[in-house]
């Protein structure tokens, strides 16, 4: 039965301090979870409904175990030239992505999932957002690795942080859908839910 008069409680569905952080923002009491997902891409699937299908993948893998919750998916991939920009992981592989992005423009791709529980509805959504880098040279890679260390950052970098100094232009309507969990559009997907952040 919906009861919409009780809040739900509220999972993010993540193991990512930058969405934890994010999603803190709201004020809201919520408990993180890190749902266990196969990540790879389908064969001929695009981007948009990687993202998409992953958070929704990554929302109902914890609506397993948590009836009656809200539970928050979001998945994100950079696109450059055509060709997805993973996690680097390592070192080197950052500085490939920096020197890569040089100059150009990358696409970010976030999706962001509310999972309700209590009816089995979700919403879903792919939002957009787009950084054109600076002309970066050598120096200025190795330095901004050394001093940040992005490895687990889409795309080599954290534009909360340092990151920021490696753009020359940011193009979109949700800056946080840049950090990984777009804000603005999660706000109100828990209005049309019945929760109210202010």
């Known amino acids: 039965m919906n009861n919409q008069n ?18 803190q923002r709201l004020q809201l009491n919520f ?14 699937e ?26 928050i998916g979001s998945d994100q991939v950079a696109i450059i030239d ?13 500085t490939a992505q920096l020197q890569a992005a040089s100059g ?8 962001l999932c509310l999972l309700d529980n209590r009816d089995g509805q979700h919403q879903l959504e792919v939002v957009p957002y787009g950084v ?3 002309t970066l040279n050598d120096t200025m890679i190795e330095a901004y690795l050394q001093r940040e260390q992005p490895y687990q950052c889409a795309g080599s970098f954290k534009s909360e942080g340092l990151g920021i100094t490696l ?14 969990l ?7 997907m828990l209005e049309n839910t019945g929760i109210t952040v202010l």
């Open 46 to 71: 695009s981007p948009e409904a990687l993202v998409a299908r992953l958070a929704l993948l990554k929302a109902s893998e914890v609506a397993k175990d948590h009836p009656n919750a809200l539970i």
């Open 132 to 134: 054109v880098f600076r």
């Open 82 to 94: 055509g060709q997805i920009l993973g996690k680097p992981g390592n070192h080197a592989r950052a």
């Open 6 to 23: 009780s809040t739900p409680k509220i999972i993010l569905a993540s193991s990512s301090p930058f969405r934890k952080a994010l999603l």
């Open 31 to 44: 408990d993180a979870l890190s749902p266990e997902v196969d990540e790879t891409a389908i064969l001929g």
């Open 104 to 111: 150009k423009r990358v696409s970010f791709l976030t999706s």
């Open 182 to 188: 777009p804000l603005i559009r999660l706000t109100h």
């Open 167 to 180: 753009f020359e232009k940011l193009d979109g309507e949700d800056p946080t859908a840049l950090i990984g």
